[in-house]
């Protein structure tokens, strides 16, 4: 399996776990503030221990690679999670 597919699996992963997690925020009628810690947790928490762990392995090249990926993931999560509260909030 070449880096690329396993990016791919990861990341469709991780964006439907944060869009599945916010919009069961907004549907069992938190309040906006834990909605929003909620969301933040979801979104910066599976990036960083993918990170973590690839830091432990102290391979310099994989780390410098994911890494960029790993943020970029977590910037996607984070408008994902906006685009997604929007919507949620007209549908529901």
Known sequence: MNPAVVFGLVAAAYLAVVAYGVV????RGLPPRLRLV???AQVVLPPALLFV???ATADAFAVGGWGILLVMLMI???????CTDLV???VL
């Open 24 to 27: 069961g925020t907004r549907k």
């Open 38 to 40: 909620s969301a933040a």
């Open 53 to 55: 762990i690839l830091f």
């Open 76 to 82: 996607a999560g984070a408008l994902l999670a906006i």
């Open 88 to 90: 949620a909030r007209r």
